[in-house]
């Protein structure tokens, strides 16, 4: 492969890889109703950290009694912050040694392209089961936003359930994530239910009673395998609008390396990129969580902090079934 070769796998590879990762995101943003956000940004550091008015916890409207003379505590205004935190993410790196093209007789910009393509579904996978499996531990570390249904099945009844812990803002949740096996338990249900709530067919979104889309992700983080026998445990997700927004950072390096000195030319090419992620009403603990944190760091609840004072102003709930 001649250096002009490598240019264009660059580019081909930067280019598909941004142009798919583009459109993908918005249909994932309009299939979940603005609950989980996939966005661009742009932070410098580790870390981006925002101060905001607290509410006051006794309200602002008191009882008052013309005929009294009692004094009153006064209640302080507040301010509280709130970080997101900086992902590094990155890709192995790809064997693209000249042999394999010329051995095949294949141009590079077909390679460029697969690869691309790939790399663009991986980040997106990547970057939503991050935000999935940080949203599950957060809430769920809330006994107020957990909705305990492992006696059974996932349903509709029992999806309801968890969202009438948000009562009378119910409606704000958008949306469900879930694992498919949940979301057969469902259609299960469903097909024995006069009140024909799911159809067949050419419906490609199902939405529960009240209108919510389901969408259906089989990542890790929305299961969980534990005990002797082993039992797995689904997370079903639902969020408000906002509740994790995850902004792609204008760093994408691509890099190809050459190396001499075995029995063919080898080379490679590597690239590197960071997001930004941040959950509705809590805040990254930079003590605790650090700075370019692990997946086990982001999927542990101790590093992301409740600064919403109402269990409501949270991402949504957690609802969880055998």
């Given amino acids: 492969m001649a250096l002009a070769d490598l240019k264009i796998f660059e580019q081909q590879t930067y280019t598909a890889y941004q142009e798919l990762l583009d459109y993908n995101v918005n249909l994932f943003n309009e299939a979940t109703q603005g609950g989980l956000v996939l966005t661009s940004g742009s932070m410098l550091g580790s870390f981006s950290t ?13 009882r008052r009694n013309v005929f009294g003379t009692g004094t009153l505590a006064n209640q302080a205004l507040s301010m509280k912050e709130r970080s997101k935190v900086k992902v590094a993410a990155g890709s192995f790196p ?7 093209f010329t051995w095949i007789q294949k141009a590079p910009e077909e390679a460029a392209a697969v ?8 980040t997106m996978n990547d970057m939503v089961n991050v935000a999935m499996s940080s949203l599950k531990v957060a809430l769920g570390a ?4 957990k909705y305990d249904g492992t006696a059974g099945t996932c349903s509709l009844d029992g999806l309801l ?8 803002r119910a ?3 958008v949306c469900w994530l879930m694992h498919s096996k949940p979301n057969f338990d469902l259609f299960h249900g469903a097909l024995a239910n006069d009140a024909k ?3 067949f067919g050419s419906v490609k979104v199902m939405q529960d009673g009240f209108g919510r889309p389901f969408i259906i992700a089989d990542h890790p983080s929305l299961y969980t395998t534990a005990g002797t026998p082993a039992v797995t445990t689904y997370h079903a997700l639902g969020l408000t609008a906002g509740a994790a927004v995850v902004e792609q950072n204008p760093d994408f390096l691509g890099n190809t390396s050459t190396i001499n000195g075995n029995e063919n030319i080898a080379r490679t090419y590597q690239a590197e990129w960071t997001y930004n992620l941040s959950l509705k009403g809590f805040s990254w603990d930079k003590a ?6 692990t997946d086990a760091a982001l999927a542990t609840a101790t590093n992301w902090d409740k600064v919403a004072l109402s269990y409501r102003d949270l991402g949504g709930v957690l609802a969880e079934f055998k």
């Avoid at 925002?50 to 008191?62: D, L, M, N, P």
């Fill in 197 to 199: 709530l799911f159809t």
């Fill in 50 to 62: 925002e101060a905001f008015w607290a509410r006051i916890a006794a309200g602002t409207v008191k």
């Fill in 115 to 122: 690869f691309g393509r790939q790399l663009a579904q991986d």
């Fill in 161 to 168: 359930t968890a969202s009438q812990l948000y009562g009378d």
């Fill in 171 to 173: 409606s704000e949740i």
């Fill in 142 to 145: 809330q006994t107020t936003n």
């Fill in 288 to 293: 605790n969580g650090g700075p370019s944190p």
């Fill in 94 to 100: 790809i064997d693209i040694s000249p042999s394999m």
